[in-house]
């Protein structure tokens, strides 16, 4: 089975722009976690979606947001970037909702100037 | 809300040497505990699990024992071999509001040959 895609691989954005990053999960896999992975916070949970429902949301503003389409795959989308959301984007997916066995990618290295 | 502490940022055990990894949680609710291992340019993988108290979970001569009383979940290995170099993060999932996954801040696991 192929493993969890995430693209793109790295962008650099400037500040008060918006991003949109894609997540292909495990073929089968109906749940999908974002994650934000930087060297001073280490893995800060954004949102959990479950057969296209956001079933959990983590302490981030309104400007993370993130959908899920009816075939798995989900997007996260930033909007008006600010210099603190350079980061680490990861994304993992799980056959079961609650992310008891999650399968991460590679991660989206977004940088923003 | 929820954490996990690791108390140590880096290790730096010598090839053959025993390890310990603290790893203390703080929740409300009755947690799942794991313990994920990233290495350099990929996402986090699931190392291993322990759904319930008093469980051990175990994996590639890894051991971590869930022990409710002291909310703690130290990952230990009798020797250490330079290949399990790399991030270790333990993370907690509220069985109660499963998938708000919070994980603690990693340690670097570097062993020398």
């Known amino acids: 089975k192929a493993g969890v895609t995430q693209t793109p691989r790295y962008l650099i954005k400037t500040r008060g722009q918006q991003v949109t990053l894609s997540c292909s999960p495990i073929s089968g896999h109906r749940s999908v976690s974002w994650y934000q992975q930087t060297p001073g916070q280490g893995l800060q949970f954004l949102f959990e979606y479950f057969s296209e429902t956001q079933r959990n949301k983590g302490n981030f503003p309104g400007r993370f947001s993130g959908r899920q389409f009816s075939n798995s795959r989900s997007e996260m989308n930033v909007s008006t970037l600010e210099l603190g959301d350079s980061a680490l984007y990861l994304c993992a997916s799980s056959p079961l909702a609650g992310g008891y066995e999650q399968y991460f990618g590679p991660g989206t290295r977004l940088t923003v100037t | 809300g929820d954490s996990v502490v690791q108390t140590e940022g880096q290790v730096l055990p010598s090839e053959g040497d025993s390890l310990i990894v603290n790893c203390s949680y703080e929740t409300t609710q009755y947690p799942s505990l794991f313990w994920y291992v990233q290495y350099p340019g990929e996402g986090p993988q699931l190392h291993l699990k322990?759904?319930?108290?008093?469980d051990k979970g175990r994996n590639k001569g890894f051991e971590a024992m869930y022990r409710k009383e002291t909310t703690s979940f130290h990952l230990e290995k009798d020797s250490v071999q330079e290949s399990d170099s790399a991030v270790y993060f333990c993370a907690l999932i509220p069985n109660t509001n499963a998938g708000k996954s919070t994980f603690g801040d990693g340690t670097t696991l570097t062993v020398k040959p």
């Open positions: 322990a759904m319930k108290a008093n």
